[in-house]
């Protein structure tokens, strides 16, 4: 069983276009984290949100932490191919000695010209 | 600042064979993770290092998979005998710690070693 739940699994959008993804679990998050992954690289850092409601703006990639701190959603405004890649979210749980981070599925991106 | 260094990139070998992987974490950073990222799904944590000590090797798989950071700075994680199903990404990444009750910092990941068991 997956912790963390991403929807949509695939999403494939022409340029310009504005979509939303979602990341949702049952656990209680102390802080979540959104990556992006392309072809052949490693996950890099896009934001960490560590307060239930809290958004932040990144250009634009707009991030959500749900009040209850149990899901996420990222937003991307007029998507661009350059935005194309593996999305992934991340959560660190609240209990817990280790605090590892623990990754969703994905939702791969496609973003066509 | 140096990212993670891994190596190889790729690796092709048959089943029941052995492999080895490297990695060298950011200068100073104290935590090291290696996960495994099967095609298709996100990153699974292996195992996690503070200093040379092993935090967490819960879901390693122990008959097969061992992993070291005997001097707290690079590790490596091999695989003995490998079957086909170890056929993924192995990923590296380090943080300068654990982190208290709210950790705002991010992994930095490697670029990865792609491995295909055939």
């Known amino acids: 069983t997956q912790l963390l739940e991403q929807s949509p699994q695939f999403l494939s959008i022409q340029e310009g276009e504005n979509l939303t993804v979602y990341c949702n679990s049952s656990?209680?998050?102390?802080?979540l984290q959104w990556y992006r992954q392309e072809p052949g690289e490693g996950p890099v850092l896009l934001v960490t949100v560590v307060t239930g409601g809290e958004v932040k703006k990144l250009k634009r990639l707009t991030f959500q932490f749900g009040d209850a701190r149990k899901d996420s959603s990222l937003h991307i405004t007029a998507a661009q191919p350059g935005d194309t890649g593996l999305y992934l979210c991340a959560g660190r749980i609240s209990s817990g000695s280790a605090r590892q981070l623990t990754f969703g599925s994905g939702t791969q991106l496609t973003v066509l010209p | 600042e140096a990212g993670v260094a891994q190596s190889p990139r790729y690796k092709i070998i048959e089943k029941r064979q052995s492999v080895a992987f490297w990695c060298n974490p950011i200068s100073g950073h104290a935590t090291l993770y290696w996960y495994q990222q099967i095609l298709g799904q996100g990153p699974k944590l292996l195992i996690q290092f503070q200093n040379n000590g092993v935090v967490d090797d819960s879901q390693l798989p122990k008959d097969r998979f061992s992993a070291e950071r005997l001097k707290g700075v690079d590790s490596t994680l091999k695989i003995q005998p490998a079957k086909l199903e170890d056929s993924a990404v192995y990923l590296c990444?380090?943080?300068?710690?654990?982190?208290?009750?709210?950790?705002?910092?991010?992994?930095?990941f490697g670029s990865g070693t792609r491995l295909t068991v055939v």
């Open positions: 656990s209680v998050f102390s802080s």
């Open positions: 990444a380090s943080s300068p710690t654990t982190g208290g009750a709210v950790f705002s910092g991010g992994y930095t």
